[in-house]
Protein backbone atom coordinates (compact mmCIF):
# COMPACT_ATOMS: atom_id res chain seq x y z
CA UNK A 1 0.00 0.00 0.00
CA UNK A 2 1.22 3.61 -0.77
CA UNK A 3 1.21 5.96 1.80
CA UNK A 4 0.35 9.64 1.27
CA UNK A 5 0.65 12.81 3.01
CA UNK A 6 -1.53 15.65 1.29
CA UNK A 7 -1.00 18.74 2.98
CA UNK A 8 -4.09 20.66 1.77
CA UNK A 9 -6.63 23.46 3.46
CA UNK A 10 -9.73 23.09 1.28
CA UNK A 11 -10.90 20.09 3.44
CA UNK A 12 -13.33 19.00 0.79
CA UNK A 13 -11.23 18.62 -1.94
CA UNK A 14 -9.20 16.86 0.25
CA UNK A 15 -12.06 14.38 0.88
CA UNK A 16 -12.79 14.01 -2.57
CA UNK A 17 -9.43 13.19 -3.49
CA UNK A 18 -8.64 11.16 -0.91
CA UNK A 19 -11.81 8.52 -1.70
CA UNK A 20 -10.54 8.54 -5.40
CA UNK A 21 -6.85 7.55 -4.30
CA UNK A 22 -8.09 5.16 -2.20
CA UNK A 23 -9.68 3.17 -5.06
CA UNK A 24 -6.06 2.29 -6.15
CA UNK A 25 -4.81 1.28 -2.84
CA UNK A 26 -3.38 4.34 -2.03
CA UNK A 27 -3.74 5.51 2.09
CA UNK A 28 -4.06 9.34 2.57
CA UNK A 29 -2.90 11.02 4.95
CA UNK A 30 -4.95 14.82 5.35
CA UNK A 31 -3.29 17.64 7.33
CA UNK A 32 -4.41 21.57 6.77
CA UNK A 33 -1.54 22.74 9.38
CA UNK A 34 1.91 22.60 7.62
CA UNK A 35 3.84 22.90 10.99
CA UNK A 36 1.65 19.58 12.11
CA UNK A 37 2.52 18.16 8.62
CA UNK A 38 6.32 18.92 9.14
CA UNK A 39 6.14 17.34 12.41
CA UNK A 40 4.75 14.37 11.06
CA UNK A 41 6.38 13.45 8.34
CA UNK A 42 9.66 13.33 11.43
CA UNK A 43 7.57 10.58 13.11
CA UNK A 44 6.07 8.53 10.21
CA UNK A 45 6.95 7.21 6.72
CA UNK A 46 5.57 8.24 3.66
CA UNK A 47 5.51 7.17 -0.09
CA UNK A 48 4.78 11.06 -1.15
CA UNK A 49 3.51 14.48 -0.20
CA UNK A 50 1.00 16.10 -2.29
CA UNK A 51 1.79 19.62 -1.18
CA UNK A 52 -0.72 22.82 -1.63
CA UNK A 53 0.78 26.05 -1.91
CA UNK A 54 -1.89 28.27 -0.11
CA UNK A 55 -1.42 27.08 3.67
CA UNK A 56 -1.97 29.12 6.73
CA UNK A 57 0.85 30.65 8.76
CA UNK A 58 3.51 28.97 6.10
CA UNK A 59 3.82 29.24 2.63
CA UNK A 60 3.55 26.22 0.93
CA UNK A 61 7.12 26.58 -0.80
CA UNK A 62 7.91 27.19 2.54
CA UNK A 63 7.16 23.43 3.37
CA UNK A 64 8.72 22.22 -0.04
CA UNK A 65 12.08 23.81 0.97
CA UNK A 66 11.55 22.12 4.81
CA UNK A 67 10.36 18.53 3.40
CA UNK A 68 13.74 18.93 0.67
CA UNK A 69 16.39 19.73 3.26
CA UNK A 70 14.94 16.40 5.58
CA UNK A 71 14.36 13.93 3.30
CA UNK A 72 14.34 12.26 -0.30
CA UNK A 73 10.95 11.66 -0.67
CA UNK A 74 8.38 12.26 -3.93
CA UNK A 75 6.83 15.42 -3.94
CA UNK A 76 3.55 16.54 -6.38
CA UNK A 77 2.54 20.40 -5.73
CA UNK A 78 -1.51 20.89 -6.34
CA UNK A 79 -1.79 24.09 -6.31
CA UNK A 80 -4.38 27.42 -7.76
CA UNK A 81 -0.99 29.37 -7.88
CA UNK A 82 -0.93 29.93 -11.98
CA UNK A 83 2.00 32.14 -11.78
CA UNK A 84 4.71 30.55 -13.31
CA UNK A 85 7.53 31.77 -11.83
CA UNK A 86 5.57 29.72 -8.29
CA UNK A 87 6.23 26.46 -10.62
CA UNK A 88 9.66 27.16 -11.10
CA UNK A 89 10.59 28.01 -7.65
CA UNK A 90 8.63 24.67 -6.94
CA UNK A 91 11.12 22.90 -9.16
CA UNK A 92 14.04 24.51 -8.24
CA UNK A 93 13.12 23.76 -4.26
CA UNK A 94 12.94 19.79 -5.04
CA UNK A 95 9.58 19.54 -6.17
CA UNK A 96 8.91 16.54 -8.76
CA UNK A 97 5.71 17.69 -10.45
CA UNK A 98 3.35 20.23 -10.42
CA UNK A 99 -0.43 20.09 -11.20
CA UNK A 100 -2.51 23.26 -11.14
CA UNK A 101 -5.80 23.25 -9.85
CA UNK A 102 -8.71 22.50 -10.74
CA UNK A 103 -7.54 18.88 -12.28
CA UNK A 104 -9.43 15.62 -12.87
CA UNK A 105 -8.20 12.91 -9.93
CA UNK A 106 -7.11 10.86 -12.37
CA UNK A 107 -4.63 12.68 -13.80
CA UNK A 108 -3.11 13.32 -9.91
CA UNK A 109 -3.67 9.46 -9.98
CA UNK A 110 -0.94 9.09 -12.93
CA UNK A 111 1.21 11.60 -11.61
CA UNK A 112 1.59 9.79 -8.54
CA UNK A 113 2.21 6.65 -10.32
CA UNK A 114 5.00 8.31 -12.82
CA UNK A 115 6.62 10.25 -9.67
CA UNK A 116 7.03 7.02 -8.01
CA UNK A 117 8.23 4.69 -10.95
CA UNK A 118 11.20 7.20 -11.08
CA UNK A 119 12.10 7.19 -8.18
CA UNK A 120 11.75 3.49 -7.98
CA UNK A 121 14.27 3.33 -10.13
CA UNK A 122 16.73 5.58 -9.14
CA UNK A 123 16.31 3.65 -5.36
CA UNK A 124 17.30 0.89 -7.19
CA UNK A 125 20.26 2.16 -8.81
CA UNK A 126 21.38 3.83 -5.71
CA UNK A 127 21.33 1.02 -3.55
CA UNK A 128 23.33 -1.40 -6.27
CA UNK A 129 25.94 1.53 -6.65
CA UNK A 130 26.00 3.09 -3.03
CA UNK A 131 25.86 -0.07 -0.80
CA UNK A 132 27.95 -3.23 -0.58
CA UNK A 133 24.78 -5.47 -1.11
CA UNK A 134 23.78 -6.69 -4.43
CA UNK A 135 19.81 -7.14 -4.83
CA UNK A 136 18.80 -10.21 -7.30
CA UNK A 137 15.19 -9.46 -7.27
CA UNK A 138 13.93 -12.11 -9.97
CA UNK A 139 16.27 -15.02 -8.22
CA UNK A 140 15.08 -13.92 -4.77
CA UNK A 141 18.77 -13.46 -3.88
CA UNK A 142 21.07 -10.81 -1.74
CA UNK A 143 24.41 -10.66 -1.35
CA UNK A 144 26.33 -8.45 1.24
CA UNK A 145 30.11 -7.95 0.07
CA UNK A 146 29.75 -10.66 -2.75
CA UNK A 147 28.36 -13.32 -0.30
CA UNK A 148 25.30 -14.51 -0.61
CA UNK A 149 22.72 -14.57 2.13
CA UNK A 150 20.76 -17.48 2.88
CA UNK A 151 17.75 -16.13 4.20
CA UNK A 152 13.87 -17.05 4.45
CA UNK A 153 11.47 -15.45 2.19
CA UNK A 154 10.64 -13.06 5.02
CA UNK A 155 14.33 -12.73 5.54
CA UNK A 156 14.18 -11.62 2.09
CA UNK A 157 11.71 -9.43 2.00
CA UNK A 158 12.62 -7.44 5.12
CA UNK A 159 16.05 -6.70 3.73
CA UNK A 160 15.15 -6.20 0.25
CA UNK A 161 12.87 -3.73 1.51
CA UNK A 162 15.08 -1.91 3.93
CA UNK A 163 18.27 -2.21 0.57
CA UNK A 164 15.01 -0.15 -1.88
CA UNK A 165 14.70 2.35 1.16
CA UNK A 166 18.62 2.99 2.40
CA UNK A 167 19.28 5.49 4.42
CA UNK A 168 15.25 5.94 5.07
CA UNK A 169 13.44 4.98 8.46
CA UNK A 170 11.92 2.43 8.00
CA UNK A 171 9.08 0.82 10.74
CA UNK A 172 7.92 -2.31 11.29
CA UNK A 173 4.84 -1.35 10.18
CA UNK A 174 5.61 -0.72 6.24
CA UNK A 175 7.17 -4.26 6.78
CA UNK A 176 4.49 -5.92 7.28
CA UNK A 177 1.96 -4.27 4.73
CA UNK A 178 4.48 -3.98 2.20
CA UNK A 179 6.63 -7.67 2.36
CA UNK A 180 4.67 -10.50 1.44
CA UNK A 181 5.65 -13.20 2.45
CA UNK A 182 4.92 -11.38 6.29
CA UNK A 183 1.79 -12.23 7.61
CA UNK A 184 -0.71 -9.24 8.33
CA UNK A 185 -1.22 -10.51 11.80
CA UNK A 186 2.60 -10.32 12.99
CA UNK A 187 3.50 -8.42 16.34
CA UNK A 188 6.23 -5.91 16.18
CA UNK A 189 8.36 -9.30 18.20
CA UNK A 190 8.08 -11.37 15.82
CA UNK A 191 9.19 -8.46 13.03
CA UNK A 192 12.28 -7.80 15.48
CA UNK A 193 12.87 -11.54 16.02
CA UNK A 194 13.08 -11.88 11.98
CA UNK A 195 15.09 -8.80 12.26
CA UNK A 196 18.05 -10.00 14.88
CA UNK A 197 18.61 -13.15 12.27
CA UNK A 198 18.84 -11.24 9.53
CA UNK A 199 21.73 -9.05 11.51
CA UNK A 200 23.22 -12.51 12.46
CA UNK A 201 23.17 -13.67 8.98
CA UNK A 202 24.90 -10.27 7.91
CA UNK A 203 27.79 -11.00 10.67
CA UNK A 204 27.34 -7.84 11.68
CA UNK A 205 24.98 -5.76 13.81
CA UNK A 206 25.15 -2.37 13.15
CA UNK A 207 24.26 -2.75 9.36
CA UNK A 208 21.04 -2.28 10.81
CA UNK A 209 20.24 0.77 13.18
CA UNK A 210 16.84 0.24 15.79
CA UNK A 211 15.30 3.61 15.65
CA UNK A 212 13.48 3.21 18.83
CA UNK A 213 9.46 3.30 18.73
CA UNK A 214 9.74 3.55 15.18
CA UNK A 215 11.52 0.32 13.23
CA UNK A 216 14.95 0.24 11.70
CA UNK A 217 17.43 1.71 9.15
CA UNK A 218 19.64 0.13 6.78
CA UNK A 219 23.59 1.65 6.82
CA UNK A 220 25.53 0.81 4.84
Do not use: W
Not at 158 to 163: D, H
Request: charged share 30%; net charge negative.
Amino acid sequence: MIKILMIEDDLELAEILTEYLEQFDFEVITEDDPFKALSILKLEQFDLVILDLTLPGMDGLEVCEAIRQRQNIPIIISSARSDVTDKVHALELGADDYLPKPYDPRELEARIHSVLRRYEALSDTEAEEHTDFKLNESAMQISHKGRALDLTNAEYGILAYMIKKHGMVVSREDLIHNVSAINEDSSNKSIDVMVGRIRNKLGDKSLIESIRGIGYKLLK
